[in-house]
């Protein structure tokens, strides 16, 4: 019974902790839209967490720098299991337009797996709710892994 | 079969069962209503208690530098402290075991939950913690003032020639006079308290504490998992007791002589008065800063409890 | 006559008083302790004193019923008082001789680590 | 049955201390037979006293012990008596407890020290200069007790030579002592000036009622100088210095046993000698004196950075309440005044000798230095828990029952005597309540959670020997706390009682009818009754507790396999979030807690702070100014 | 204090301004651009939208059959800007940057738009036309100055605006070369500059 609820409730209520790995904000920007009330995704359970710890779902912004790589990879390790990893724009995916800079050593996916990536630079808050939704099914399948 | 009636009353109806339920409820519309004020469609009204079942269904980290034992522990006794405090809150005139404890300890006994929360905050060894501790405590040395003012101002009111400090008496002397709400004396006094309510619960725009934008939410930075979940079910329930002690001591003289009628219509108000103090002031307000807070408690709030006090003591 | 004992013993305490207020040398601050438990004992023994008294261990004569002593009690108490006094005096002193030792000073506005 | 027997216990109670602290001189450097003999002392001491719990607190008698039989002769006490009563009686067993506990605490805790030969002679000649004043009859002999007591304590405060400030410590304890002291042997003389005796029952039958300008300035003499004793508001500075240079189980002593001999001492003058407090002047002093010495040395605690002198100004700010209780003159007032005294000094002893097992385990008490040691002393760290809750008034601890009463007891005078005042003396009581669980969350947050610095790592948890007593003074804490009722039944009451009843003690003293003769009123000053404004019965709350505990248990029992995980390792992923920076060492300790506090309060702190100036001279200002007040004040108003 | 109760209380009771998006469909707007359509069949492989792409997210594979090289174009999403400037530059309008904005995969693959054509050998014959190259029939002049070949020349005008001495005039239209003699200092200016080295020095 509490298997059920509880797996249940996980589609339901997934929080989300954003890590800027040196992106230029606009990403940053369309993320935070996500909380007004046009968007307003809290209807959908989604919350902003404050730390890693209490997150669900991190979405990543940013091609990974030089600087962030270390910081990205160590909150990344802090979230607890089910986790889902995000990468919202283009540039954590591929760097993007920063690919071949001194400073930039992503992309994020020579480091850790991504689970959903969100193209678009920066994507339209409605493709944010779409990847979003498919980490929610993601986290749901981890979950039922288990 | 008295020994049933009190489990019933432990276990189920105002205890452990009936308080979480109507706490999360409770910290639902409040969210969903801060939503449509801010013409947000929100989130659905079993939110929060979505929220708590994941949270169950999480890892739970411990960091490898906390003090593991009161860092697992502190979470349960601040749930289980809670749950027994709304046992001796009256709620429409059924008293669960109100003859236990008075206002003065239920005021004492509703700073155990914060307290665990500090404790667990600071064994978690974060430095965001640590400022959230910090923060905590000014909050509760803000309200506190302000709180035992109230108090001591109803104790008077309720004692008619003398001082009292049992809630019981206070509800039976209500449901003789009326409430204290319509007393002119003591409007000062509820208006304080409903400011007390969401700091003591640790709401917007007192928050100071839990601020997770600025400091990740203090004492709770490291929790995770099932006891991240104990705390935010220990929150919704304290908005019910806070909500129900307001009630208790404001509101405590509605009767229409049918018991089961009268706490539905209790737990109608606590809903009403938690729209009122938390709801309206979070969609509202910004979060204030915690020299704010404070000063804030000792001077605005203090002194609208002092005027209740001193009314209620110089003026028939 | 008893009078003028009470007037030195108050006067006493009064300048032990100032001695401790006023003076930061701990020595002299010391010395104030102790004229402060002079005149304390000046005052004890004139409480006992009667007017024409004998002596209250001099029983050798007849005894008669007009004769009355000094109070014995509290020259008892002024001999305690003295005692308890030196002692005060002396443990002041050697913490004195340490307090020198330990902070190169006799000087009570510069023996201050502990404050605030 | 009789209690002839029983007579004898109280003299050889003290005398056993004293007898004891000569054998241990003798003792020399046998380590194990000092602790034989001082072991022995104490516990026979204790057990003296516990014996004299039957006949006297619950069959009401008054036990009275003529020093060579020198009964009284026609009205007139001669000799020296040897009195206890419930409150002495009281008092002792506060005293024995924690002279044991201490005792046993200190056999480890000191062999830190160098010079640990002379320890217990002053440990003993400390308790038993105590326990000398709480059970004595006689006016002077409770000076002279007084004055070994106050020696031993210099003495020991003097006593650790690595330690940099003991000495200061000891010297500005010596001399502004010396102020008490000079006050009560002056009270005393001009006392014996007028009733020509010295003894405290026959006084107490004289004076009453016969008060002349030499009388009021011997109670404010009297008054002024227990206070002194007791650290109350003037005199705290020094208190502060000398519990934090002391060894912790000499603060023990000084903190939980010797102040208490100056709310004795207070008692004694005020509800006995004089009975002055039946006068709403004299309570509004008493009070006004309690929430000031509350209300400072809280905020002075805040201040602190150094865990031991924290504890102290603490202790002061617990004396507060306990003034401020007794200064009500109803029986629960008194009662709860009581009952806090007897926390106070199971509480502060506990606290104190946490603090003592963070010093022999990492050689610093400074806040600053400290932190994150409840990983390596778990049972410490749960031990000042407890204590730390106690203190600040957490329910079921001990505290929490103490301090409703006081509270129900300042609310209560202020509907009998219709003054607000005294309802604005609760909102300070539970002010500071809430400040001295801030403090206590400091002190919690700086030394014992948080970060661990590196060179603590090695650190151990206290041997068994220091910490057996600091259980058995947290077990007392929780039971003190969670039987209120049979507190007041058997311990309180009595006490209560006694404090209201001094025809009793003087009949008791000098012959049945002895106080109706001459005392003019033997009324009580207040009903022996206690009347609670409110309800507390923690034991129900327990059971509350541990039923709602069961029940969670079981469903987190039930729910156990749908849970996540629960995980402990010491890799990336259990490392502290630090915003994602490897982890460093970033303690918050105390300095940096409750700005918004100290912020708002800035004015007001810094002045405090500033007042305590460590120099000698501005105490003995404030000591003298004190004493003139006080003077001042008895005069316009008795 | 009271204008925002004022506003709280009638956005309580006024229609959320939520748009309810995951369950009814939102069209992006005019000018939107989106995910990238790529019509395989007009390109002409002249790799100018690899050339002006920011995010390299344009990369070509060129593989050799039996009919002729098989190219595929590779758009990959995850690397784009979407700053349309393929679009812009692709003359045959073979780029298009649609207003779908679902772009969301699970898998790098979900993220590509990709198309190939099949760019045909040329037929034999023109293969050996190419094969011989054409024998310059104009000789260059004894005196070093320039001598236009006008089965190559394009007159495109290039070698007059170029000429520093001002030397060379040239009509498109008029299809004439002349070069001033007098001017010329026979820099070789307009040999390097010919597209097509129509001049011969």
């Given at each position: 019974m509490f298997k059920k609820l509880i797996d249940n409730s996980a589609a339901r209520s997934p929080w989300l902790f954003h890590i800027n790995a040196g992106s230029c904000n606009g990403c940053d920007i369309e993320l935070v839209a996500l909380l007004t009330p046009r968007y307003d995704v809290e209807r959908?359970?989604?919350?902003?967490?404050?730390?890693?710890?209490?997150?669900?779902?991190?979405?990543?912004?940013?091609?990974?720098?030089?600087?962030?790589?270390?910081?990205?990879?160590?909150?990344?390790?802090?979230?607890?299991?089910?986790?889902?990893?995000?990468?919202?724009?283009?540039?954590?995916?591929?760097?993007?337009?920063?690919?071949?800079?001194?400073?930039?050593?992503?992309?994020?996916?020579?480091?850790?797996?991504?689970?959903?990536?969100?193209?678009?630079?920066?994507?339209?808050?409605e493709a944010i709710i779409d990847g979003l939704a498919l980490a929610t099914q993601i986290l749901k399948e981890k979950r039922g892994a288990k | 079969m008295e020994f049933l009636i009190k489990i019933v009353y432990i276990l189920i109806f105002p205890g452990l069962l009936f308080s979480s339920v109507f706490g999360l409820w409770l910290a639902g519309i409040d969210r969903k209503v801060v939503a449509r004020m801010q013409r947000r469609v929100g989130p659905p009204v079993l939110q929060p208690t979505y929220d708590f079942f994941k949270l169950l269904g999480k890892e739970t980290i411990v960091p490898s530098c906390a003090a593991r034992h009161t860092f697992l522990i502190a979470p349960y006794v601040g749930l289980i402290s809670l749950v027994v405090t709304a046992l001796f809150i009256p709620i429409g005139g059924l008293q669960a075991f109100g003859g236990m404890a008075d206002m003065v300890v239920v005021l004492y006994l509703i700073t155990i939950p914060s307290l665990a929360m500090i404790f667990g905050g600071s064994a978690s060894a974060s430095p965001f913690a640590g400022v959230g501790v910090s923060r905590s405590m000014v909050a509760i040395?803000?309200?506190?003032?302000?709180?035992?003012?109230?108090?001591?101002?109803?104790?008077?009111?309720?004692?008619?020639?003398?001082?009292?400090?049992?809630?019981?008496?206070?509800?039976?002397?209500?449901?003789?006079?009326?409430?204290?709400?319509?007393?002119?004396?003591?409007?000062?006094?509820?208006?304080?308290?409903?400011?007390?309510?969401?700091?003591?619960?640790?709401?917007?725009?007192?928050?100071?504490?839990?601020?997770?934008?600025?400091?990740?939410?203090?004492?709770?930075?490291?929790?995770?998992?099932?006891?991240?979940?104990?705390?935010?079910?220990?929150?919704?329930?304290?908005?019910?007791?806070?909500?129900?002690?307001?009630?208790?001591?404001?509101?405590?003289?509605?009767?229409?002589?049918?018991?089961?009628?009268?706490?539905?219509?209790?737990?109608?108000?606590?809903?009403?008065?938690?729209?009122?103090?938390?709801?309206?002031?979070?969609?509202?307000?910004?979060?204030?800063?915690?020299?704010?807070?404070?000063?804030?408690?000792?001077?605005?709030?203090?002194?609208?409890?002092?005027?209740?006090?001193?009314?209620?003591?110089?003026?028939? | 006559?008893?009078?003028?004992?009470?007037?030195?013993?108050?006067?006493?305490?009064?300048?032990?008083?100032?001695?401790?207020?006023?003076?930061?040398?701990?020595?002299?601050?010391?010395?104030?302790m102790g004229i402060t438990d002079y005149g304390l004992n000046l005052l004890i023994v004139s409480i006992g004193f009667n007017e024409g008294g004998t002596a209250p261990i001099f029983t050798f004569g007849e005894l008669t019923s007009g004769m009355y002593f000094v109070d014995p009690v509290p020259q008892a108490l002024t001999l305690t008082s003295i005692v308890i006094g030196a002692c005060v005096t002396a443990m002041a002193l050697a913490l004195c001789v340490r307090l020198y030792k330990e902070y190169g000073t006799l000087d009570s506005r510069r023996i201050r680590r502990l404050h605030g | 049955m009789t209690y002839e027997i029983f007579k004898h216990f109280p003299v050889l109670a003290i005398m056993c201390y004293f007898v004891g602290a000569f054998i241990v001189t003798l003792a020399g450097k046998r380590r194990m037979l000092r602790n034989v003999v001082a072991g022995a002392v104490m516990l026979i001491s204790l057990s003296l006293l516990l014996s004299l719990v039957v006949p006297v607190m619950v069959d009401g008698q008054i036990i009275t012990y003529w020093m060579g039989n020198w009964e009284p002769v026609e009205g007139y006490a001669i000799g020296i008596a040897i009195e206890v009563d419930a409150l002495s009686l009281f008092f002792g067993l506060l005293v024995a407890i924690a002279v044991a506990l201490a005792g046993f605490y200190s056999f480890r805790y000191i062999t830190q020290d160098d010079a640990n030969g002379p320890f217990f002679t002053l440990f003993l000649m400390l308790s038993g200069g105590v326990m000398g004043i709480v059970l004595s009859g006689d006016l002077f002999n409770i000076y002279v007790m007084l004055e070994v007591m106050t020696f031993a304590a210099v003495g020991l405060t003097a006593f650790r030579s690595w330690n940099p400030n003991a000495r200061e410590a000891a010297f500005k304890y010596l001399v502004v002592g010396s102020i008490g002291s000079t006050c009560v042997l002056l009270g005393t003389a001009l006392v014996y000036a007028q009733c020509h005796t010295l003894n405290l029952a026959q006084i107490s039958a004289m004076l009453p009622g016969n008060m002349n300008p030499t009388m009021v300035f011997a109670f404010a003499m009297l008054f002024t100088g227990f206070g002194c004793k007791s650290f109350m508001f003037p005199f705290q500075p020094i208190a502060a210095d000398a519990h934090g240079a002391a060894p912790s189980s000499v603060s023990v002593l000084i903190s939980g046993v010797f102040t208490k001999t100056g709310v004795y001492g207070i008692i004694r003058v005020s509800y006995f000698l004089f009975r002055t407090m039946g006068l709403t002047s004299m309570q509004t002093l008493l009070v006004f004196i309690g929430c000031v010495s509350m209300f400072v040395c809280v905020t002075m605690a805040l201040n602190q950075h150094d865990f031991k002198r924290l504890l102290a100004f603490h202790s002061i700010s617990q004396i507060g309440y306990i003034l401020t209780a007794l200064g009500l003159c109803s029986a629960l007032g008194i009662a709860g005044g009581l009952y806090h005294a007897i926390n106070h000094t199971l509480f502060k002893g506990l606290l104190f000798l946490t603090a003592g097992a963070v010093l022999y385990a990492t050689g610093t008490t400074y806040l600053e230095k400290l932190g994150g040691l409840a990983r390596k002393m778990p049972q410490t760290a749960a031990l000042f828990m407890v204590g730390a809750f106690s203190i600040s008034g957490i329910p079921p601890f001990n505290g929490f029952a103490s301090k409703w009463m006081i509270y129900q007891a300042t609310y209560e005078k202020a509907a009998e005597t219709g003054s607000i005042g005294y309802a604005l003396v609760t909102v300070v009581c539970v002010v500071t309540s809430v400040l001295t669980l801030a403090s206590f969350i400091k002190v919690g947050q700086s030394v014992f959670f948080g970060q661990l610095p590196l060179e603590y790592e090695n650190v151990k948890e206290t041997p068994l020997s220091m910490r057996i007593p600091m259980w058995i003074m947290a077990a007392l804490c929780f039971l003190t706390g969670l039987f209120p009722d049979l507190m007041v039944e058997y311990?309180?009451?009595?006490?209560?009682?006694?404090?209201?009843?001094?025809?009793?003690?003087?009949?008791?003293?000098?012959?049945?009818?002895?106080?109706?003769?001459?005392?003019?009123?033997?009324?009580?000053?207040?009903?022996?009754?206690?009347?609670?404004?409110?309800?507390?019965?923690?034991?129900?709350?327990?059971?509350?507790?541990?039923?709602?505990?069961?029940?969670?248990?079981?469903?987190?029992?039930?729910?156990?396999?749908?849970?996540?995980?629960?995980?402990?390792?010491?890799?990336?992923?259990?490392?502290?979030?630090?915003?994602?920076?490897?982890?460093?060492?970033?303690?918050?300790?105390?300095?940096?807690?409750?700005?918004?506090?100290?912020?708002?309060?800035?004015?007001?702190?810094?002045?405090?702070?500033?007042?305590?100036?460590?120099?000698?001279?501005?105490?003995?200002?404030?000591?003298?100014?004190?004493?003139?007040?006080?003077?001042?004040?008895?005069?316009?108003?008795? | 204090?009271?204008?925002?109760?004022?506003?709280?209380?009638?956005?309580?009771?006024?229609?959320?301004?939520?748009?309810?998006?995951?369950?009814?469909?939102?069209?992006?707007?005019?000018?939107?651009?989106?995910?990238?359509?790529?019509?395989?069949?007009?390109?002409?492989?002249?790799?100018?939208?690899?050339?002006?792409c920011a995010g390299g997210a344009i990369t070509t594979?060129?593989?050799?059959?039996?009919?002729?090289?098989?190219?595929?174009?590779?758009?990959?999403?995850?690397?784009?800007?979407?700053?349309?400037?393929?679009?812009?530059?692709?003359?045959?309008?073979a780029i298009e940057l649609s207003q779908d904005y679902h772009m969301v995969a699970r898998t790098e693959e979900e993220l590509v738009v990709s198309g190939s054509y099949l760019k045909k050998k040329p037929a034999k014959k023109a293969e050996a036309a190419c094969a011989a190259p054409e024998e310059s029939t104009v000789k260059p002049r004894e005196d070093g100055l320039p001598v236009n070949d006008t089965s190559k020349c394009v007159y495109c005008t290039l070698c007059a605006k170029k000429c520093p001495a001002g030397a060379l005039t040239v009509d498109r239209k008029a299809k004439t070369w002349v070069l001033d003699e007098d001017k010329c200092i026979a820099c070789g200016t307009c040999h390097d500059v010919c597209p097509k080295k129509a001049i011969i020095m």
């Open positions: 959908l359970g989604f919350k902003l967490a404050g730390t890693p710890r209490h997150a669900d779902i991190v979405v990543v912004t940013g091609p990974v720098t030089a600087q962030s790589k270390d910081r990205v990879l160590r909150t990344i390790a802090q979230v607890p299991d089910p986790k889902v990893i995000v990468t919202l724009g283009s540039c954590p995916r591929s760097c993007n337009v920063f690919r071949g800079s001194y400073s930039v050593v992503g992309p994020l996916d020579k480091y850790v797996p991504i689970d959903v990536s969100i193209a678009g630079c920066t994507p339209k808050p | 040395m803000a309200y506190e003032l302000p709180l035992i003012l109230v108090l001591l101002s109803i104790g008077r009111a309720a004692g008619g020639t003398y001082v009292t400090f049992s809630l019981e008496r206070v509800t039976l002397y209500q449901q003789m006079f009326g409430s204290f709400l319509f007393d002119w004396r003591l409007i000062p006094a509820a208006l304080a308290m409903l400011l007390v309510i969401p700091c003591e619960v640790g709401a917007h725009p007192f928050d100071v504490g839990e601020a997770e934008t600025e400091i990740c939410e203090g004492p709770l930075v490291e929790y995770s998992g099932a006891p991240l979940a104990v705390f935010k079910l220990s929150h919704a329930i304290k908005m019910f007791i806070m909500t129900a002690l307001f009630c208790a001591l404001f509101l405590g003289g509605i009767s229409t002589g049918m018991l089961w009628l009268d706490v539905v219509i209790a737990l109608a108000l606590c809903s009403v008065v938690t729209l009122i103090c938390m709801t309206l002031l979070h969609a509202i307000t910004a979060r204030l800063k915690v020299e704010q807070v404070f000063k804030f408690f000792w001077t605005v709030v203090s002194g609208l409890a002092l005027v209740s006090l001193i009314l209620v003591w110089f003026v028939d | 006559m008893m009078l003028a004992n009470y007037i030195g013993a108050i006067a006493l305490i009064v300048i032990g008083f100032y001695a401790m207020i006023v003076k930061h040398d701990i020595i002299k601050i010391v010395i104030g | 311990l309180l009451g009595p006490a209560t009682a006694a404090v209201l009843d001094t025809a009793r003690y003087i009949d008791a003293a000098m012959g049945a009818g002895y106080a109706e003769i001459v005392a003019n009123s033997t009324a009580y000053l207040a009903e022996p009754v206690l009347v609670f404004a409110g309800t507390w019965d923690p034991v129900s709350w327990l059971l509350l507790f541990v039923i709602v505990m069961c029940a969670v248990t079981l469903v987190s029992l039930a729910g156990r396999r749908s849970r996540g995980a629960l995980t402990l390792a010491d890799d990336a992923k259990h490392a502290t979030f630090f915003g994602g920076e490897e982890a460093e060492f970033s303690h918050v300790a105390s300095g940096d807690l409750f700005w918004g506090f100290k912020h708002n309060l800035r004015g007001y702190l810094n002045f405090m702070s500033r007042a305590h100036s460590g120099i000698t001279n501005d105490y003995v200002v404030w000591g003298v100014c004190a004493m003139a007040v006080i003077t001042v004040y008895c005069f316009i108003f008795m | 204090m009271l204008p925002f109760i004022k506003e709280a209380v009638t956005g309580l009771f006024s229609k959320p301004s939520t748009e309810a998006y995951p369950f009814k469909p939102v069209e992006a707007p005019a000018g939107y651009r989106g995910r990238i359509v790529f019509h395989a069949d007009q390109c002409i492989s002249c790799g100018m939208c690899e050339r002006v594979h060129s593989e050799e059959t039996e009919e002729g090289t098989l190219v595929t174009r590779r758009f990959f999403l995850g690397s784009c800007t979407f700053c349309g400037h393929c679009a812009a530059f692709c003359v045959k309008h």
